[in-house]
Structures are given as structure tokens and as C-alpha cells.
């Protein structure tokens, strides 16, 4: 059973904007505390970039602050990351993580590749 599906990286130009999204199984769902997306540059530690609570509290990284925005539907166990005005500096794989009290689950990862 996939428990976490991300979808919506791929290839931008700078400037340009793409939209990922996170859907969990309604266990994971229902039980978790928060939910965010990290991101893993090759090289680099992997970061917070944004998350955002059960009840719409969010969260961001000072770097994304103004370009990305986070949202989520409980109807669909889902959160959205949209990224405006991408950067080559934004360039990583993206994991959507759902933590909970007895839980800390990671998705697989989406590409994001911000290039002319």
C-alpha cells in the first residue's frame, strides 16, 4: 500500500513555476501532526522548505518566503506546494514528509531542475 504519492516536479526556466502535490493514505492522514516538503540539493543537507498544520498554520523557509506557497485539502488528504519565480537555486529533489507521534514518513522524492 503507498502510504505517501508525490507528483508535479520537472524541468523550468528561471522565472517559471511548477506546483507539486502530496497525497497520504487516510491512516497517515488523519494521525499526522503537521505535513511539509523538504528538499535535497546534490551536495547539501536536505532543508525545510515549507509546512503547514492540521489547522492551516504554515510554515517557511526565509529562501521561498514570497515565491512558494503551501496549502492543503482534507477532502483529498492532500497539501500543494506552488512554486512562483523558481530559481536555478531551487534546483533539488523535493520529499513531502508526515510526521506523527508514532509515525515519520517520507515520500520518494520529485525532481525540480530550474535551468535556461
Known amino acids: 500500500q503507498v502510504q505517501v504519492q508525490e507528483s508535479g516536479g520537472g524541468s523550468v526556466q528561471p522565472g517559471g513555476s511548477l506546483r507539486l502535490s502530496c497525497t497520504a493514505s487516510?491512516?497517515?492522514?488523519?494521525?499526522?501532526?503537521?505535513m511539509g516538503w523538504y528538499r535535497q540539493a546534490p551536495g547539501k543537507e536536505r532543508e525545510l522548505v515549507a509546512s503547514i498544520t492540521a489547522g492551516g498554520g504554515v510554515n517557511y523557509a526565509d529562501s521561498v518566503k514570497g515565491r512558494f506557497s503551501i496549502s492543503r485539502d482534507n477532502r483529498k488528504r492532500s497539501i500543494y506546494l506552488q512554486m512562483n519565480s523558481l530559481k536555478p537555486e531551487d534546483t533539488a529533489v523535493y520529499y513531502c514528509?508526515?510526521?506523527?507521534?508514532?509515525?515519520?514518513?517520507w515520500g520518494q522524492g520529485t525532481q525540480v531542475t530550474v535551468s535556461s
Open positions: 487516510e491512516r497517515l492522514f488523519s494521525l499526522s501532526i503537521h
Open positions: 514528509r508526515i510526521p506523527g507521534r508514532q509515525f515519520d514518513v
